[in-house]
């Protein structure tokens, strides 16, 4: 049960025993997002203000854009974790490496590496829709006090110890997992703390919302094609409603507290899919199994996926179990 005028700070100390690693260490670093998160919430609602909105005029590794918004958060949360001595390795999508941080500090000691989207939905930010960030959180394999390899990052998501997004909305909310369910905390703007509104987030039973960028529909695999028809089709308890944002984050947001599906399919121009596994599929496929829902790319369950590139991408469908299920009986039938 919420308790509406707890803080996200209380709820850290209060539940940090019921993690089974609990050396404070995790408390910390959901702690220091907690604060970057802040700090570029504050730098988004500005957005329309200052003139800081509009592209830098250079491209990420991934040849994409980049707004000054990724730019600033990207910098905002990497230099919270790593200068405040929380984490050991960070990834970023906005970076082509990972960084160790046992090579900046020798004394390092810490046990948990990060990855993350800073700002999800980027071209959102110029016509003010609702854009967001993911994390996602593994303990390291390497060992403790040496420099983190490219391993402590290609793990399977299954190995989360918590993974969450904080929504930059028509109100901030941080969501997180450590395992143990979903929790949403609401910022209250005028004091700067973010309060105890969603306890125990699941998808309601029945979905009944499709999200799809359906103008990529040429180009989607057959099964694809033919479930859309199937979720159009006047019949039962349909048709389902379509909404897209084009912002993960947002999107997923909506259909776990509404029921719903989002698909991302493989399309001839991005035929292995567009979001990438490490930073958006996993975080929000732990998210999404915690609050009752699954999440696929077409053959296997996102979290069993052993990655094996830091930026890979992959097809994704995620959302209410009874949806998931629906588009599985029309994969099944497409083999
Ligand atoms: P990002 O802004 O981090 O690059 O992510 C954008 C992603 C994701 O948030 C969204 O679901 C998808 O791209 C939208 O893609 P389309 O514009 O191709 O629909
Ligand atoms: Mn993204
Ligand atoms: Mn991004």
Do not use: W
């Not at 959901?30 to 800081?52: C, Q, T």
């Not at 050991?88 to 970076?95: H, I, M, Q, T, V």
């Not at 004394?107 to 960030?133: A, F, K, M, R």
């Not at 996102?302 to 995620?318: A, K």
């Amino acid at each position: 049960m919420e308790n509406k005028n707890q803080t996200l700070g209380e709820f850290i100390i209060n539940n940090q025993n019921s993690f089974k690693y609990s050396s404070g260490e995790l408390s910390r670093l959901i702690n220091s997002i907690r604060l970057a998160a802040k700090v570029v919430n504050h730098e988004v609602n500005k957005a329309g203000l200052v003139d800081i909105i509009g592209e830098t005029g250079k491209t990420n590794v991934q040849d994409e854009k980049q707004q000054k918004l990724d730019v600033y958060a990207n910098n905002k949360f990497r230099n919270t974790l790593i200068n405040r001595n929380i984490i050991c390795g960070l990834a970023s999508e906005e970076d082509e490496s990972f960084i160790s941080v046992n090579s900046i500090d020798k004394n390092n000691q810490n046990s948990y590496v990060v990855l993350i989207d800073p700002l999800d939905g980027s071209s959102n930010i110029d016509v003010n829709v609702s854009v967001g960030t993911i994390f996602s959180v593994y303990r390291r394999i390497s060992e403790i006090g040496s420099s983190v390899t490219i391993d402590d990052f290609l793990q399977k998501g299954r190995n989360q110890v918590a993974a969450g997004y904080i929504i930059y909305g028509t109100s901030t909310m941080l969501v997180y997992t450590t395992g143990d369910g979903v929790n949403g905390f609401t910022l209250n703007p005028a004091i700067g703390s973010f309060y105890h509104s969603h306890a125990n987030l699941k998808f309601p039973k029945k979905g009944s919302i499709y999200s799809i960028n359906e103008g990529n529909y040429f180009q989607f695999p057959d099964y694809v094609k033919k479930y859309l028809k199937f979720c159009q089709m006047e019949e039962d308890d349909r048709p389902y409603t379509s909404r897209y944002i084009g912002s993960l984050v947002s999107d997923f947001h909506r259909n776990l507290i509404k029921g719903g599906i989002f698909m991302y399919p493989n399309t001839s121009k991005n035929p292995k899919g567009k979001l990438r596994l490490l930073y958006e599929c996993n975080p929000i496929s732990f998210i999404c199994e915690q609050a009752g829902g699954l999440a696929i790319d077409g053959e296997s369950n996102i979290l069993d996926i052993h990655p094996e590139t830091l930026h890979q991408r992959i097809p994704f469908y995620c959302g209410s179990e009874k949806m998931i299920n629906q588009l599985q009986t029309f994969i099944k039938n497409s083999k």
